[in-house]
Nanobody, 120 residues
Framework: QVQLVESGGGLVQAGGSLRLSCAAS????????MGWYRQAPQKQRELVGTITSDGSTNYGDSVKGRFTISRDNAKNTVYLQMNSLKPEDTAVYYC??????????????WGQGTQVTVSS
């Protein structure tokens, strides 16, 4: 079982910055892909960005050039640096991870979410 705990959400003015963190803990052999998704009210959950264990990244079109995802493999932690925030970035941000268990199977986990609100 893996627990993902997010932190760093809050209220910020448009044009500002926030940094989210997500730490994975529990019993697992390794964490493969880690990422962030977000869900705004009355909208579907969408990709923000993902990062593999070797550092390859992928971003959703709406955040490219503004958000940067990174990770610290030694701490099993993924970060999301959000710059030039817009009101449309307001959403609950969820951490996601693929973890390889001791039975050599890969399971997908979600964090509880952290609210990001961008005021205009």
């Amino acid at each position: 079982q893996v627990q993902l705990v997010e932190s760093g959400g809050g209220l910020v003015q448009a044009g500002g910055s926030l940094r989210l963190s997500c730490a994975a803990s529990g019993r697992f052999l390794s964490i493969n892909v880690m990422g962030w998704y977000r869900q705004a009210p009355q909208k579907q959950r969408e990709l923000v960005g993902t990062i593999t264990s070797d550092g390859s990244t992928n971003y959703g079109d709406s955040v490219k050039g503004r958000f940067t995802i990174s990770r610290d493999n030694a701490k099993n932690t993924v970060y999301l640096q959000m710059n030039s925030l817009k009101p449309e970035d307001t959403a609950v941000y969820y951490c996601n991870a693929d973890a390889r268990s001791y039975n050599d199977r890969v399971y997908n986990y979600w964090g509880q979410g952290t609210q990001v609100t961008v005021s205009s």
